[in-house]
């Protein structure tokens, strides 16, 4: 990982202001993606996940916005931008915005339109991006479409997305996604609508367009299995933060955020005992307008101490690569 | 005991064409399932989307009207009663003893109850009218889903979804049923609500009794309440089995690429999997001979002509694949 990365989050506070109270959606989030590698991005739901990739791609919605932080992209020809400082709806960010980074949503039936076909979809798709002729467009299309395990895409390119199954359909949004070459890919929850056995077949397509293209991706999911299936590297969040960072091995096999092990603990497996309960975590995650002062896990915390109520552990490196945010490791007196 | 008995259930939809609404063909929902469920025990039913798991739930439950086939029910009294022909008022005095619980325990309280009205409900319509009664029973059954009482007289749009599916629970058991369906009771959880409620199902049936009829997409939380599993494709249930047989040891090429495809949160076990090729075959117009010959890698010509059917061979364990005995398939490790 000696290289460069492609996309920085810097300290991302993105908040949503309601009448009645502020939501702190993302409240300091920090992470890397490479090319080549995929990043997983864990957590349970309302953690901030999915506000993450909507503010990397400036399409937060009101009444959110980003407080404050950096998002630093590396850009084709070299230099580097902050997309936080660009206008959501500015000629750059509309270029970035799935030219450079590319976005696959859980539910392709609500991004794709039910009025045009998926051809049509397609090729507006690689005009917006790029100067082709219209057969030449077509052609790119088709060959997407074929790319992404499409069968018959020369008559398919002409069908509409109703007409097609939900694994198909979440092929031609990868096909949409990937269709101005972008660099980096962020999927959000890519295959959580599909069956396992349509999931397989998803994920082993990501991984394949990884390599051949050297894409950075960023997988968002709940799903651990997925996360262990996928991930060069993980990112764990609880409310808007990570509370750990690191080699996806050490996040399994040496996870050491008392958040990230009782997740671990709590997750059902096809290699457990039948009939066996399942650990739990105590408590559920807090309200949004009812964050925890200290530590955000201090209620649900099988270790906290004293200080865990008052004081926010700041972060802490405790390997290569791998960073938690935890007075566990902090040198704070408890 | 056997609590439920279902014996060659069917359910086929009409499928119709054109304005004048002509029957061209069928949906074969379900076609031709068989299983039975005892007392205290939990059968999962898996397999991919459409397979036809929430018809044949609806079936039992009698939502729906079976298009044939038996469904042995017995009653409170002991007696086996089949009440796939039952007409609407034969049926209310069995609806107590087998309830349901929902996916999305959200759509399934109403907004304008209290937790108290909503679990108490159920007693009413069935004729408990003394208050002081209904009340007790209503604090005994949030003990019982391990709800504080303080909540009794909330409403649910004030409750996580983990607390109201707790809720769903201490209704649905109100009338002491016998036979509880679950349709992914636990699938929009999040991981560690999901985890308490698969243990407060697993401790209520311990408790109570309970026959469990689980249907379920999840092959790891399957995992972890069934005593029994019957997997089904296109409408029929290819393998039925203990749970520890399906999963160490599949005998239907269909449960072995199921398998294959579940993650494991290991990265250390990245396993080369079975990528099944293709969409699961329409219940419409299903392919001919055996329903999955189009996706096995073991398919034979043979496999395209013979339907094969569910048979015995081991004891407790039935697939429906004409190669059953020569595969040699694989399973997850043994836990
Ligand atoms: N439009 C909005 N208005 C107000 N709050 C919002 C809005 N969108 C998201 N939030 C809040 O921001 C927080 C983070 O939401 P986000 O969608 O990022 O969660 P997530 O991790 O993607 O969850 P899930 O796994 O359920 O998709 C939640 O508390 C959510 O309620
Ligand atoms: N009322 C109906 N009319 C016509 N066809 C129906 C009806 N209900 C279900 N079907 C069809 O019957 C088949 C089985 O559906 P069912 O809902 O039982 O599947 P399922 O296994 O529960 O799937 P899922 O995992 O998506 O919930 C599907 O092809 C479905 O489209
Ligand atoms: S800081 Fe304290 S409360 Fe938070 S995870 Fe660590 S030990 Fe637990
Ligand atoms: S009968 Fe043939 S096609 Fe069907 S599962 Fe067995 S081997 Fe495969
Ligand atoms: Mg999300
Ligand atoms: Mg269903």
């Keep these: 990982m000696a290289d460069e990365p492609i996309l920085s989050v810097r300290d991302l506070h993105t908040h949503f202001f309601a009448d009645e109270g502020v939501v702190r959606a993302v409240d300091g989030t920090s992470f890397d993606l490479h090319s080549g590698r995929t990043l997983g991005i864990v957590g349970e739901s309302g953690c901030g996940k999915s506000v993450t990739a909507k503010s990397i791609l400036r399409i937060v919605e009101r009444p959110g916005r980003i407080v404050s932080g950096q998002i630093m992209l590396r850009r084709q020809n070299g230099s580097t931008v902050d997309l936080t400082t660009l206008p959501t709806d500015g000629r750059e960010m509309r270029s970035i915005r799935g030219g450079e980074i590319g976005l696959v949503f859980q539910e392709p039936m609500s991004s794709l339109s039910a009025f045009h076909t998926i051809g049509n979809q397609l090729m507006e798709g690689i005009r917006l991006h790029k100067d082709l002729s219209k057969r030449a467009i077509r052609e790119q299309a088709i060959e997407l479409l074929n790319m992404v395990g499409i069968p018959r895409p020369a008559q398919r390119i002409d069908s509409y997305s109703f007409e097609l199954s939900g694994g198909l359909r979440q092929r031609v949004m990868i096909a949409m996604a990937l269709a101005a070459e972008p660099r980096v890919l962020i999927a959000d929850e890519p295959t959580t609508a599909l069956d396992v056995t349509t999931q397989a077949q998803i994920l082993d397509l990501i991984r394949r367009l990884q390599q051949e293209r050297d894409l950075a991706v960023m997988l968002i999911t709940h799903d651990m299995g997925v996360i262990a299936e996928m991930a060069d590297d993980v990112v764990v969040m609880y409310l808007g933060k990570e509370v750990e960072k690191g080699p996806v091995d050490e996040i399994f096999h040496a996870p050491r955020h008392p958040y990230t092990q009782s997740l671990l603990r709590s997750i059902p497996s096809v290699l457990a005992e039948p009939r066996s309960r399942l650990a739990t975590i105590t408590g559920s995650i807090p309200h949004p307008f009812a964050r925890p002062g200290g530590c955000p896990f201090h209620p649900r915390c099988p270790d906290r101490h004293d200080v865990c109520e008052i004081i926010v552990p700041a972060e802490v490196v405790i390997g290569e690569n791998h960073v938690t945010a935890c007075h566990l490791y902090t040198k704070v007196p408890a | ?335």
Aim: glycine letters at 6%; aromatic letters at 4%; hydrophobic letters at 40%.
């Design chain 2, 1 to 335: 005991m056997t609590v439920l008995d279902v014996r060659h259930l069917r359910k086929h939809f009409p499928l119709r064409r054109g304005l004048l609404g002509r029957t061209a063909g069928y949906v074969k929902a379900v076609d031709d399932v068989s299983f039975s469920i005892e007392a205290g025990e939990t059968l999962s039913l898996v397999g991919e989307s459409g397979c036809g798991k929430t018809t044949t739930s609806r079936c039992i439950l009698r939502a729906i009207r079976p298009s044939s086939g038996e469904i042995l029910f017995r009653t409170g009294t002991g007696e086996q009663v089949d009440v796939a022909p039952l007409e609407k008022k034969q049926l209310r005095p069995l609806r107590r003893q087998m309830q349901m619980i929902f996916q999305d325990p959200f759509s399934s309280l109403n907004p304008r109850m209290t937790i108290s009205e909503i679990i108490g409900e159920p007693m009413l319509v069935n004729g408990m009218t003394d208050t002081t009664i209904r009340n007790k029973r209503v604090a005994d059954l949030l003990e019982l889903v391990q709800l504080p009482s303080a909540y009794l007289n909330r409403f649910p749009h004030a409750f996580s979804g983990g607390q109201r599916q707790r809720i769903g629970i201490a209704r649905a058991l109100a009338l002491n049923p016998s036979l509880i369906v679950a349709d992914e009771p636990v699938s929009a959880l999040d991981v560690s609500v999901q985890a308490q409620i698969v243990n407060l199902m697993l401790d209520l049936q311990d408790r109570l009794g309970l026959a469990y009829l689980f249907v379920a997409h999840d092959l790891s939380v399957v995992k972890h309440v069934s005593h029994r599993v019957a997997v089904m494709y296109v409408g029929r249930i290819v393998e039925i089995a203990p749970t520890t047989g399906l999963f160490n040891t599949p005998r239907h090429p269909y449960t072995e690429a199921l398998l294959s495809a579940v993650p494991v949160p290991d990265p250390r076990r990245r396993a080369q999997r079975i990528v099944l090729e293709g969409d699961v075959a329409d219940p419409s117009n299903p392919p001919s001979g055996c329903h999955f010959h189009p996706r096995c890698q073991y398919a034979t010509d043979q496999c395209r002509i013979e339907t094969p059917a569910l048979r015995e061979i081991a004891p407790g364990h039935s697939v429906r694949c004409l190669r059953a005995e020569e595969l040699s398939l694989v399973g997850v490790p043994a836990a």
